[in-house]
């Protein structure tokens, strides 16, 4: 009975902590939602052509410390494909064209190339031996 009471009792206390959290986090997201709503009033009120200047002349910098950032926390197991397909839902969200948001021609071509000599000379392997086959049967 004992074990039970002190397990109501650190439950009691867990219920607590996470009723302070809840308030402590609610209060912050009702600050942000707050600020974001200020600054949506704040970006309706600016030129549209001059926000765009700006967010494409910051944008770089940011990109790069973002993935950065991702870098670190993804180590090895980082995916550069997957970078860049998210750089490229991104732009389409913003309703951007990003350039660099096509795929890299040279490397394509590099795999393309390497792929066709793969298969000529799995080809030729192929008729070399199908030819000693033929030989084989003649005999």
Sequence with gaps: ??????????????IQKAKAA???????????????HELEAHAKALDPEELKTARLSLRPEEEKWAVSKVEDAYGSCYDYATMREAK????????????????????????????????????????????????????
Excluded: F, N
């Design 1 to 14: 009975m004992k074990d039970v009471k002190s397990w109501i009792d650190r439950r009691k206390e867990q």
């Design 22 to 36: 809840e308030t402590k986090y609610s209060a912050e997201l009702d600050k942000a939602l707050d600020e974001y």
């Design 88 to 139: 490229k839902q991104v732009a389409d969200l913003l309703g951007e064209d990003r350039p660099d948001s096509k795929p890299r021609s040279v490397r394509r071509d590099l795999q393309q190339k390497q792929e066709k000599v793969c298969e000529q000379e799995q080809e030729h392997r192929y008729q070399a031996s199908s030819k000693k086959k033929g030989k084989d049967w003649e005999r």
